[in-house]
Protein backbone atom coordinates (compact mmCIF):
# COMPACT_ATOMS: atom_id res chain seq x y z
CA UNK A 1 0.00 0.00 0.00
CA UNK A 2 1.38 3.58 -0.35
CA UNK A 3 -0.41 7.14 0.32
CA UNK A 4 -1.66 9.08 -2.46
CA UNK A 5 -3.54 12.54 -1.72
CA UNK A 6 -6.50 13.48 -3.07
CA UNK A 7 -6.39 16.68 -4.97
CA UNK A 8 -9.99 17.50 -4.41
CA UNK A 9 -9.73 17.41 -0.80
CA UNK A 10 -6.34 19.20 -0.07
CA UNK A 11 -6.92 22.33 1.47
CA UNK A 12 -3.24 23.40 0.78
CA UNK A 13 -2.52 24.26 3.96
CA UNK A 14 0.11 26.71 4.98
CA UNK A 15 1.47 23.93 7.29
CA UNK A 16 0.53 20.63 6.46
CA UNK A 17 0.18 18.22 9.24
CA UNK A 18 0.56 15.31 7.08
CA UNK A 19 3.78 16.24 5.68
CA UNK A 20 5.80 17.65 9.16
CA UNK A 21 4.49 14.25 10.64
CA UNK A 22 5.72 11.79 7.88
CA UNK A 23 8.43 9.64 9.03
CA UNK A 24 10.37 9.41 5.81
CA UNK A 25 9.70 12.45 4.50
CA UNK A 26 7.21 10.97 1.51
CA UNK A 27 4.88 13.97 1.41
CA UNK A 28 6.26 16.53 -0.48
CA UNK A 29 5.17 20.40 -2.05
CA UNK A 30 6.20 21.22 -5.61
CA UNK A 31 4.59 24.97 -5.12
CA UNK A 32 4.45 26.38 -1.66
CA UNK A 33 0.92 27.56 -2.35
CA UNK A 34 -0.24 23.93 -4.13
CA UNK A 35 -1.11 20.78 -2.79
CA UNK A 36 1.44 18.21 -1.96
CA UNK A 37 2.02 15.36 -3.27
CA UNK A 38 3.43 11.84 -2.30
CA UNK A 39 6.57 10.59 -3.16
CA UNK A 40 5.55 6.67 -4.30
CA UNK A 41 9.39 5.76 -3.66
CA UNK A 42 9.74 6.97 -0.19
CA UNK A 43 6.40 6.26 0.88
CA UNK A 44 6.57 2.45 3.33
CA UNK A 45 2.33 2.92 3.41
CA UNK A 46 2.37 3.31 7.25
CA UNK A 47 -0.40 5.40 6.97
CA UNK A 48 0.59 8.06 10.06
CA UNK A 49 0.24 10.71 7.20
CA UNK A 50 -3.65 9.77 6.53
CA UNK A 51 -4.28 9.97 9.98
CA UNK A 52 -2.94 13.60 10.50
CA UNK A 53 -4.93 15.35 7.69
CA UNK A 54 -8.16 16.64 9.16
CA UNK A 55 -9.57 16.95 5.71
CA UNK A 56 -9.14 13.40 5.09
CA UNK A 57 -7.23 14.22 2.15
CA UNK A 58 -4.44 11.20 2.19
CA UNK A 59 -5.84 7.79 1.40
CA UNK A 60 -3.25 4.45 1.23
CA UNK A 61 -4.50 2.75 -2.03
CA UNK A 62 -2.94 -0.45 -3.29
CA UNK A 63 -0.48 -0.36 -5.81
CA UNK A 64 0.24 -3.17 -8.00
Known amino acids: ??????????????????????LHGAIIRLDPEGPVYVDAESCMGCGHCMEQCPYKAVELKYIA
Not at 1 to 22: G, N, Q
Open 1 to 22: YKAVVVASRCMRCTICLSAHEC
